[in-house]
C-alpha cells in the first residue's frame, strides 16, 4: 500500500508541475482556476529561484521508506526529471533558464488571456 502512495505522490506531484507551468490555458475554458493556477506559478516560482524542496518530496520519501523501498538523495526534479528535461551539467544558470522559461510562459499566456476576454 505504501509504494501505491508513493507513486501516487509523485503522480500529484507531476501533475503539479503541469499545471504550474501551462494550467494558464485552461484559463481561457474555465477563467475561475486563475485562484488555484496563480499560486500554483508563484509556489513553482519560489522553489526554483529558492533551490527549495516541495513538501510532497519528503512525503513519497516517507511512504517509500515505509514500504522498504530504496529511496533517493535530492529533490523530486533532481530525481524524476533533471535526468530527462535538463542536461548532467546543471547548475544554478540552468536554474535560472528553467525559472525564466517558467514565468515567461506563463506571462505570454496571461497575456493572450486578458487578450483573448478583452476580444470577447
Same mark, same amino acid.
Given at each position: 500500500?505504501y509504494l501505491?502512495?508513493?507513486?501516487l505522490?509523485?503522480?500529484?506531484?507531476f501533475?503539479f508541475?503541469v499545471f504550474a507551468l501551462?494550467? #494558464?490555458?485552461l484559463l %481561457?475554458?474555465?477563467?475561475? *482556476?486563475?485562484w488555484?493556477?496563480? $499560486?500554483?506559478l508563484l509556489w513553482?516560482t =519560489?522553489?526554483?529561484?529558492?533551490?527549495?524542496?516541495c513538501?510532497?518530496t519528503?512525503?513519497e520519501k516517507?511512504f517509500?521508506?515505509?514500504? #522498504?523501498?530504496?529511496i %533517493?538523495?535530492g529533490?523530486? *526534479?533532481?530525481?524524476?526529471?533533471v $535526468?530527462?528535461?535538463?542536461?548532467?551539467? =546543471?547548475?544554478?544558470?540552468?536554474q535560472?533558464i528553467?525559472t525564466t522559461i517558467?514565468?515567461?510562459?506563463?506571462?505570454?499566456?496571461y497575456f #493572450?488571456?486578458?487578450? %483573448?476576454?478583452?476580444?470577447r
Open positions: 500500500m501505491f502512495l508513493a507513486d505522490v509523485v503522480l500529484i506531484h501533475l508541475i501551462f494550467g #494558464g490555458l %481561457y475554458k474555465w477563467f475561475q *482556476l486563475i488555484l493556477h496563480i $499560486p500554483a513553482g =519560489y522553489i526554483e529561484i529558492t533551490g527549495s524542496i513538501p510532497l519528503p512525503l516517507w517509500r521508506e515505509q514500504a #522498504g523501498a530504496d %533517493y538523495e529533490g523530486f *526534479l533532481s530525481y524524476y526529471l $535526468p530527462i528535461i535538463y542536461p548532467p551539467e =546543471y547548475d544554478a544558470n540552468y535560472l528553467a517558467l514565468i515567461l510562459l506563463n506571462f505570454i499566456i #493572450g488571456l486578458i487578450w %483573448y476576454r478583452l476580444r
